[in-house]
């Protein structure tokens, strides 16, 4: 992973495995004004993170922690999705 956006993205996933997230919370942490930084945009197009009432790691998304961190990230990354 020599490309540093593929280093965010992954942490960004990982982050957003780790527990849902708001849109307005990820914006925050996560939202960058350089164009040669387009981790959110990277991520919600490749489908890693999905967007809904929350923000949230796709199957795709723990695929990829699965494969870049170990077969262990996938017991840390599980989540609920709690609806109202």
Do not use: H
């Amino acid at each position: 992973m020599a490309n540093p956006v593929e280093a965010l993205i992954l942490d960004l996933v990982e982050w957003v495995a780790a527990a849902p997230r708001s849109q307005a919370e990820v914006m925050e942490v996560w939202r960058t004004s350089c164009p040669r930084l387009p981790v959110w945009e990277e991520a919600v197009e490749r489908g890693l993170v999905a967007r809904g009432r929350v923000v949230t790691a796709t199957e795709a998304g723990r695929e990829l922690l699965r494969r870049q961190r170990g077969p262990g990230a996938n017991a840390i990354y599980s989540y609920v999705i709690v609806t109202k």
